[in-house]
């Protein structure tokens, strides 16, 4: 509060000058906290220096030495105060280097340090008197610049002194030059060269005595305590052995003990939390989530390390640059790993909702766009990072963009698998759970049957009916003929039974009448379709074709009833008088007993009643005679236990044996 009283009364006593005197004005005299440095010329940035960096040190001081004497733990109010001012001139006294060359990372804890230590150096070597230090009008000369003629008129532009666009303190290499490009264009700055070399110009005179007004040992103070006022604590440093405090590569051996231990911690948290081994039976939601607690603990470890090189340990030059930078890397990669890891937690979180199978395709396109979506992301998160310290991106990125299409050229089956998915997804032909017949020809023996137990990404996995598990790449699984049988609302039934050459007509004609009023009569077999048709003349037989749907979806169920229809199309063949046929070249020596002429003899008198009656039921059953004759059957038969009493086998079984009936089939064809 004394300094903030001193510079109100002197303000005071300047602004009545200006009032008596009327040389400026209130606003001249006003100093905004937002006004930048003056750096219009190489003098104006060289006082710009000088002036921020004398005045913090007037400013800091007296209240470090009075907090000092003061018992109390921590600085009073005034000392805050006074470090807020010296830290706002400090950071004017940065903007009069050009730190362009300086990685955005360590550029505010660098720039402050080649400040003070710049005005170090200043303070130790000669300087030319101001006056003959290159200012505005030096920098302006020639500008716009014009002579009068002895008549009074304009003789022509006049040739002025070259303009002034760096300047070098006399006897050194301490250059300050003007910015030509960038958003500071045209300001005067302490040259990145000086800046990078200033820690060499300081080892070479900081032997030299300080000159008059020089901020002595300002440097020394501010390299060697945290922050600008040290904490009280910091004082115990200096009750340490003497060995401790032996410098190495600039830095005292208790702060390499200290940062070794930091290190050690650091590295620690990320060990300890990816410790848990992977427990058979964990939910996925809770592994991902552990996964994800490893980066993140791993941004915690770097940022504590960060904050505390740079706060209580105090490193300073290269070696504060080195962790630094480190730090920063291991924040940016952490965070791009986190990324991805929530991502990932995400995506298990929706995919845990009962709606989706989480070895469907479903889930795993979700688990893709997420993923996905978190490497965008990531990526963003690295370059910028990589930007923060310094590598140049444009190279990196174009040679990413080469690599990338040699990437994609090499990974061209693994893109079309990605593609294949898509579509597979967005058709649906199947889902986890589906039983389906897949192959490339439906009537070749290529074709196989199985259950649907993952749609993955790259390749579906399908377990056939010898409990066997083939993976078929997307790719070629979407270009397949694909049988959901799974989505069938009723099941067909389809046969072709061969009757024996030697049947009359009028026995074909009772046969296939029967038959219809069998496939009528069954309660579980739909009555649209239910078609019996004399199918055509085969090699060796006559050929009636049989073909309806049962109502069910069960193939055990299904098996059962087929099965009974089965059974009933030998009692009514039978019944007929007639015989199947069967492929042979059979040469009979016996007396052939030839067809039962009894049963024959019937069949035909009821084709005759039913001629003289107009009951013939061509080509199909009159409306009464099926309203009469519909559900009739009793089914199950008679004698047989009802539906409750029967026992199922598992589908497995049914599935197994449809499988080998199926392939007996094929093998006979």
């Known amino acids: 509060m004394i300094m903030n009283d001193k510079r109100l009364n002197l303000l005071c006593m300047m602004l009545v000058f200006s009032l008596i005197a009327g040389t400026a004005s209130a606003e001249d005299l006003f100093e905004s906290p937002l006004q930048p440095p003056d750096t219009s010329s190489p ?211 208790w702060q390499w003990v200290a940062l070794m231990l930091a290190l050690l911690l650091a590295a620690l948290l990320p060990w300890l939390a990816n410790r848990r081994r992977h427990v058979r039976g964990e939910p996925t939601v809770g592994r991902t989530l552990r996964r994800f607690l490893v980066p993140v603990t791993l941004i915690i470890a770097a940022w504590g390390v960060h904050e505390f090189v740079e706060g209580p340990l105090h490193l300073t030059g290269y070696v504060l640059q080195v962790v630094l930078y480190g730090t920063e890397v291991a924040m940016f990669l952490g965070s791009a790993w986190a990324v991805v890891s929530f991502s990932a937690v995400v995506a298990e979180i929706i995919i845990k909702s009962p709606h989706i199978s989480e070895k469907g395709l479903d889930a795993n396109l979700l688990r893709f766009g997420f993923r996905l979506v978190g490497l965008v992301i990531s990526v963003l998160i690295i370059v910028t990072g990589l ?22 050229l090499a990974a061209q089956p693994t893109l079309e698998n990605l593609i294949a998915s898509l579509t597979l997804y967005l058709d649906k032909p199947l889902k986890v759970g589906d039983f389906c017949r897949y ?37 070629d699984f979407s270009k397949l003929q694909l049988i959901n049988l799974t989505l069938r609302d009723r099941m067909l039934l389809r046969t072709t039974i061969s009757i024996r050459y030697e049947t009359t007509p009028e026995q074909l004609r009772f046969l296939l009448a029967k038959l219809r009023e069998m496939l009528l009569a069954h309660p579980k077999v739909t009555k649209e379709p239910a078609r019996v048709r004399f199918g055509g003349f085969g090699d060796y037989s006559l050929n009636v074709d049989i073909m309806a749907f049962v109502d069910t979806l069960d193939w055990n169920q299904f098996l059962g009833i087929q099965e009974d229809i089965f059974l009933r199309i030998v009692d009514i063949v039978g019944e007929a008088g007639t015989g199947f046929a069967f492929p042979s070249q059979t040469t009979y020596f016996a007396r052939d007993p030839g067809l039962d002429k009894t049963k024959g003899d019937a069949a035909e008198a009821e084709v005759q009643s039913w001629r003289s009656n107009e009951t013939l039921p061509f080509p199909e059953f009159a409306q009464d005679h099926r309203e009469r004759i519909l559900d009739t059957l009793a089914y199950p038969p008679e004698g047989a236990p009802p539906p409750e009493a029967i026992s199922e086998t598992p589908v497995h079984v049914a599935r197994k044996w449809l499988g080998m009936n199926w392939l007996s089939k094929k093998a006979t064809e």
Do not use: C
């Not at 200043?122 to 230090?133: G, K, M, N």
């Not at 930007?387 to 994609?408: D, E, F, N």
């Not at 990404?457 to 790719?475: E, H, K, M, Q």
């Open 43 to 253: 003098r104006a940035t060289l006082q710009s220096l000088l002036e921020n960096v004398s005045e913090a040190y007037n400013v800091l001081m007296p209240a470090y030495e009075s907090y000092r004497s003061e018992p109390s733990l921590f600085p009073p109010e005034s000392a805050r105060e006074a470090e807020a001012r010296a830290q706002q001139l400090l950071d004017r006294a940065v903007r009069t280097l050009n730190l362009s060359e300086i990685t955005p990372a360590v550029r505010q804890r660098t720039g402050l340090e080649r400040a003070v230590l710049l005005k170090e150096v200043l303070d130790r070597i000669p300087l030319p008197p101001f006056d003959a230090i290159p200012g505005r009008a030096a920098v302006t000369a020639g500008v716009g610049t014009v002579t009068q003629g002895r008549d009074g008129g304009e003789a022509g532009p006049s040739v002025a002194p070259p303009e002034v666009v760096r300047w070098t303190v006399p006897h050194t290499e301490i250059t300050i030059a003007r910015v030509e490009e960038g958003r500071r264009k045209g300001e005067y700055l302490f040259t990145p060269e000086t800046v990078a070399n200033i820690r060499g110009y300081y080892q070479q005179v900081r032997e030299l005595p300080y000159r008059s007004g020089a901020s002595e040992g300002f440097y020394e103070f501010i390299s060697s305590f945290p922050g600008l006022l040290p904490p009280r604590w910091f004082e115990w440093i200096g009750g340490l052995p003497d060995w401790t405090k032996v410098r190495l590569l600039g830095q005292a051996v």
């Open 387 to 408: 930007a923060k310290i310094g590598v140049p991106v444009a190279p990196m990125a174009a040679g990413l963009g080469v690599g990338g299409l040699a990437v994609a």
């Open 439 to 475: 192959g490339d020809d439906l009537n070749s023996g290529s074709l196989r049957i199985g259950t649907v137990e993952e749609i993955g990404l790259r390749s579906t996995r399908l377990r056939g009916i010898d409990r066997t598990v083939t993976s078929i790449p997307n790719a």
